[in-house]
């Protein structure tokens, strides 16, 4: 498992090998946080969430990855592919940054559907 100082270390080099027009007007950033953090709208304690985008107008715009969500979804695998899966929650969040700032709003539908696939296919779905 990866510790914490090991995933920011990881962290750092993944944003550091991405263009950095990628981070025009992300002016807070990428932040990792030791949290675990849950869906507000699971059904049970299985729907974490790894990464968000935020656009605040006090703070700005900055991505926030949940190092507490990471180890507990993939805290098993190995080095490697716990690098890539933080990998792929960051290029995630970035995209949304970047889709909000054309004004598109792909990704955030595609998340829905990913959050209603979840409730479809949930053992303790509500009928």
């Known amino acids: 498992m990866m510790t914490l100082e090991e995933t920011e270390q990881a962290l750092t080099r993944l ?3 991405l263009p950095e027009e990628i981070f025009t007007e992300l002016n807070g950033g990428v932040l990792l946080k030791e ?7 699971r059904l049970s304690d299985d729907l974490y969430i790894l990464g968000e985008y935020h656009r605040d107008r006090v703070f700005g715009r900055y991505v926030v990855i949940y190092y507490g969500s ?3 979804a993939f805290g098993h695998l ?5 690098e890539m899966e933080l990998d792929r929650v960051l290029k995630h969040e970035l995209t949304h940054h970047l ?4 004004g598109e709003r792909d990704l955030e539908i595609e998340d829905q559907e990913t959050l209603l696939h979840y409730y479809v296919h949930h053992p303790k779905r509500k009928t």
């Open 35 to 41: 949290e675990m953090k849950l869906h507000p709208h």
């Open 99 to 102: 889709e909000n700032r054309a």
């Open 78 to 82: 190995p080095p490697e592919a716990f």
């Open 15 to 17: 944003v550091e090998s």
């Open 70 to 72: 990471l180890i507990r």
